[in-house]
T-cell receptor
């Protein structure tokens, strides 16, 4: 089965600073990789996804992620953090069929004013 | 469009009781999923369905059952509630072409 590792369960950045959230997947390349965001007491919303069309993927709210096969990584970045970015972020991968999905344990992002 | 709706929002069960968590979607998606979310553990797949009449187990199916008689509805049944089933439960659909998932608002269940 696929597995996903998110390093750092809590990340704090200052408003305006770079956001970097880390995600590594298990060695076999999954067909699809995703980043989802969860605001308090809500369901998850899609930020962006990788589907092999391009290694640098742009998502909503200024977020982007780069797929690096050599590092088995799909890290999420945003050049300048905003207060509204404070939330929990989940990396997810699909199984080879695309039917099942495996989520990381999440990273809670705090933005300091 | 309501998207994915879940009822109830909150529920407290006693050990050994049973209940059904409801999930309904109006997105006409064939694929539907049930996840549980525990603090620090991310989301774990309980069951999923690729269409009406077809269901399959995910990573953590024990203690749960599902059915899928229509495209719109995918109820999750807990037969004998245990404290280990205290969690937040999310229902989701998946777009057939984009593989993107759409989540409901969740049901917070406490078993005491």
């Amino acid at each position: 089965a696929q597995s996903v590792t998110q390093l750092g369960s809590h990340v704090s950045v200052s408003e305006g600073a770079l956001v970097l959230l880390r995600c590594n997947y298990s060695s076999s390349v999954p067909p699809y990789l995703f980043w989802y965001v969860q605001y308090p007491n809500q369901g998850l919303q899609l930020l962006l996804k990788y589907t092999s069309a391009a290694t640098l993927v742009k998502g909503i709210n200024g977020f982007e992620a780069e797929f690096k096969k050599s590092e088995t990584s799909f890290h999420l970045t945003k050049p300048s953090a905003h207060m509204s970015d404070a939330a929990e972020y989940f990396c997810a991968v699909s199984d080879p069929t695309g039917n099942q999905f495996y989520f990381g344990t999440g990273t809670s992002l705090t933005v300091i004013p | 469009n309501a998207g994915v709706t879940q009822t109830p929002k909150f529920r407290i069960l006693k050990i050994g009781q049973s209940m059904t968590l409801q999930c309904t979607q109006d997105m006409n998606h064939n694929y539907m999923y049930w996840y549980r979310q525990d603090p620090g553990m991310g989301l774990k797949l309980i069951y999923y369905s690729v269409g009406a009449g077809i269901t399959d187990k995910g990573e953590v199916p024990n203690g749960y059952n599902v059915s899928r008689s229509t495209t719109e509805d995918f109820p999750l049944r807990l037969e004998l509630a245990a404290p280990s089933q205290t969690s937040v439960y999310f229902c989701a659909t998946r777009d057939r072409l984009t593989y993107e998932q759409y989540f409901g608002p969740g049901t917070r269940l406490t078993v005491t």
